[in-house]
Every structure is written in C-alpha cells, then in structure tokens.
C-alpha cells in the first residue's frame, strides 16, 4: 500500500558542507565533496562561554586536500526513469 507524506513547509536554519535539499525527483551520481575543517576550539554545543581564550591551529599539511575523483576514468550513466 502505497503511503502519501505531505510537506507543508520545509525549514531549514543551517546547511553544512556537502549538504542539499531537493522535493521532487533527484539525481546525484558520483556526488562527491572534498574539503577540510580545522576546529581549534572543538565543537560548541549548548550554552557555551569561553573568556580569555586562545586557539591555536598547526596545521602541517603538505596538501590539505587530495583530490581523488575516479569517476573521470570510469564516468557512471546519469539516467532518471
């Protein structure tokens, strides 16, 4: 039995990195996101109070972000019935 699902309203208050909101039909082959974070201080999370901090980030990378994207080489059908 097929079930019906009726969005009124969709809210969104924050999108983060590799994030989407799609309605209706979507397509996304070899959807792939490359990209750092560096959070010195962590995650605040609730009622946070920090006085008289210091945050320091080393950070010795070579290369912050290898990209790999095999897809190039082996490209996948992008088909929607």
Do not use: R
Request: charged content about 5%; overall charge negative; aromatic content about 8%.
């Amino acid at each position: 039995m097929p079930v019906s699902v009726v969005f009124n309203q969709i809210a969104v208050n924050s999108l983060n990195d590799n994030s989407l909101i799609s309605t209706g039909q979507n397509n996304q082959p070899d959807w792939s996101w490359q990209g750092k974070n560096n959070n010195a201080a962590g995650i605040p999370i609730g009622f946070f109070i920090s006085a008289s901090n210091l945050n320091v980030i080393v950070d010795n990378d070579v290369a912050d972000t290898p990209i790999y994207n095999p897809s190039l080489s082996n490209p996948q059908p992008n088909v929607q019935l």
